[in-house]
């Protein structure tokens, strides 16, 4: 006996019916003894169980259910884009290019890209998808995201390939008239006593925030946490709080009601890398465009795909 796609997807499909067999027959159009022998049936062939049972139900997933469902979605999604492979490459300069990052890069550094890249590629479809690190980390390793642009979270998952594509310093930005700008060098002590605007600690830009804190027995006053830093400036500006921001984020000619102080002794840069899955095949636009983010990086990705099977033409 082998293994079939069907089985897959009983497996995906009852754990997302809430480990309901009765609920997965109905959206599988089969029966329920149909779904459960599939499911004993892969059980048997692979040698373990993958689900938790209490009686006749299915609970939960085991250990070995949990890294199996994993692979399930890896191969269903990989089976798809076989599918789509007529359609998506009839030429080495069209398909479709998902693209995964922060709301900061999509922002900030990845409007010049888009714009050059759609230039010199009119016939790719370049979709973006915008979330935390985590979330692009892990549309990467489920196929549903070709490349990620964004700090690496902890851990990383195996299976992902990354190179760097530039660093991200930090400031602390105050509205206009602000006593910290008399303050010389600014310590954390003195960003303490003021409210704290920080983004969520699911982005690096606020773990990192947090870390440096803790490492000081810091504990500041924060009034918000957020993932996207126009909301970060719009409540900066009205008076809210203080922010400590990208860089990247913050334009003297554009935000005029606030100001930026030097905080590069504080906090340590951290690195935006380029993401993709080891096992992806990428297509000859797609190192095009890591080309334009980071060159350097794109002599990195291409050194770890020539030993693979990606596709490349210098």
Not at 69 to 81: G, I, K, P, S, Y
Not at 132 to 154: E, H, K
């Amino acid at each position: 006996m082998s293994l079939t796609f069907q089985q897959l997807r009983c497996v995906r499909q009852v754990v997302e019916s809430g480990f309901s067999v009765s609920r997965a027959a109905n959206a599988l159009h089969t029966t329920q003894p149909g779904v459960s022998k599939m499911v004993r049936a892969l059980e048997k062939e692979i040698g373990v169980d993958l689900f938790v049972r209490s009686g006749n139900r299915l609970t939960a997933l085991t250990d070995a259910g949990k890294e199996a469902f994993a692979l399930c979605e890896r191969v269903l999604q990989d089976a798809q884009a076989l599918k789509r492979l007529k359609q998506e490459v009839p030429g080495a300069d069209e398909g479709t290019l998902r693209v995964g990052t922060t709301h900061v890069h999509a922002r900030y550094s990845l409007i010049p890209v888009a714009k050059r890249f759609l230039a010199a590629y009119p016939k790719v479809k370049l979709e973006f998808t915008i979330g935390s690190p985590s979330q692009m980390l892990a549309g990467v390793l489920a196929g549903t995201i070709d490349l990620a642009l964004c700090t690496l979270p902890d851990p990383v998952p195996r299976g992902v390939i990354s190179a760097k594509a530039y660093e991200i310093g930090r400031c602390l930005i105050v509205p206009t008239h602000h006593p910290l700008l008399k303050a010389g060098r600014v310590t954390l002590e003195d960003i303490a006593r003021w409210p704290l605007i920080t983004y969520d600690a699911s982005y690096t830009s606020g773990s990192v925030v947090q870390r440096e804190f803790q490492r000081r027995s810091i504990e500041p006053w924060v009034v918000m946490r957020a993932t996207d830093a126009s909301i970060i400036k719009a409540y900066v500006a009205a008076g809210v709080g203080v922010a400590i921001l990208q860089k990247m984020a913050y334009d003297p000619a554009v935000d005029k009601d606030l100001r930026s102080i030097r905080i590069d002794h504080l906090f340590p840069p951290s690195t935006a890398m380029i993401s993709f899955r080891r096992d992806h095949l990428l297509k000859p636009f797609a190192f095009d465009f890591i080309r334009m983010i980071a060159p350097a990086g794109a002599r990195k990705v291409i050194e770890q795909t020539k030993a693979g099977a990606h596709a490349f033409g210098e």
